[in-house]
């Protein structure tokens, strides 16, 4: 994705009916700085983006909080704050290495550091990269203020997105069959083979058809050379309220059923802790995902298809169906 094209659009969009020389004057510029970042001359930094999209009746504090599951709690600390954009960008970032995430986004470990200290001002587009590498979420990110299906920049980026989602509530499967059209072993095929993927993956050869049917249907692959080939393998993140709820039940029964599978690593502990020390824990697995994630971006093979599952229950009154 272009997020310089992105940033232009979207700083246009949020704007909206007020006028670039109303919106810089609110700012504390006296110069013109909207049409500059509008026309791609500059680009806004993250605390003025925040400060343009924090409106009476829309504060920036209601757009940010369907980002994440539970709103944090540093969420209405001085909103759009160099120490809350750094609080933004950590929460992002998790226990993931500064430089794997600097590398993934095509940025300095150094510019990185000083953003997650609260040192100085990322640029928008800066930003987007940074979260698009640390779990994909810079659509998300941009859909907290304007639809992405409207804009220019994002409309094929976001239609794709939302069609992997929908095929992947729709077919669990298709994921499974759309990465293994990564394996290098797979792409060192002569030709396309059913049997070998469902051999591969220990599926029915039904399934495996009934997923590229899907994805050839969905425009998501195209045949090459005799083989099947992925347009763009997205992260799909199913992250509204219930939406993955189904999905996360389905690769749970899968991941049980292959408790037994050779490389399966399964682990658990059974504890008392302290309602604090349970945030806590919370906030360790949120972390070690989204690192799990960035360090999968950067990886240069894909040599196999893995399911991560990760489960933390507490036991109490109403956390369970007991029929």
């Known amino acids: 994705m272009d997020f310089s094209e992105i940033t232009k659009d979207l700083v246009r969009a949020v704007r909206a009916e007020r006028s670039q020389i109303q919106v810089s004057r609110r700012l504390g ?48 600390e001085a909103p759009g704050s160099l120490p809350w954009i750094a609080e933004l960008l950590g929460a992002v970032r998790g226990n993931t290495p500064i430089g794997e995430l600097a590398t993934a986004a095509g940025l300095s470990r150094f510019t990185v550091s000083r953003w997650l200290a609260g040192r100085a001002d990322p640029r928008l587009p800066d930003l987007l990269a940074f979260l698009h590498a640390a779990g994909g979420r810079a659509l998300d990110f941009v859909a907290l203020f304007v639809s992405p ?97 189904a999905l996360k039940r389905h690769w749970a029964e899968v991941a049980a059923e292959r408790l037994d599978a050779e490389g399966a690593m399964v682990s658990y502990n059974l504890f008392t802790v302290s309602t604090e020390v349970l945030e806590q824990v919370r906030d360790l697995q949120r972390a070690h995902w989204r690192s799990v994630r960035t360090l999968v971006e950067t990886s240069r093979s894909a040599d196999e298809v893995v399911l991560l599952e990760l489960h933390l229950v507490p036991f109490r009154a109403g956390g369970a169906d007991r029929r």
């Open 29 to 76: 510029y006296r110069a013109n700085v909207a049409y500059s970042w509008e026309s791609g001359r500059r680009t806004p930094g993250a605390t003025d983006f925040f400060a343009l999209a924090d409106r009476p009746g829309s504060p920036l504090v209601e757009r940010m909080a369907p980002f994440w599951k539970h709103a944090p709690p540093w969420l209405h």
């Open 149 to 245: 299906a409207e804009l220019p920049s994002t409309r094929r980026a976001w239609k794709r997105l939302e069609g992997a989602r929908s095929l992947a509530r729709a077919s669990p499967w298709v994921q499974v069959v759309l990465l293994a059209l990564e394996l290098e072993a797979y792409r060192a095929l002569q030709a396309h083979d059913d049997a070998w993927l469902a051999a591969r993956l220990d599926l029915p050869i039904a399934i495996v058809r009934d997923s590229l049917e899907r994805l050839e249907a969905a425009g998501q692959v195209r045949r090459v050379e005799g083989r099947f080939v992925p347009r763009e393998v997205l992260t799909v993140d199913l992250r509204a309220p219930g939406a993955g709820s």
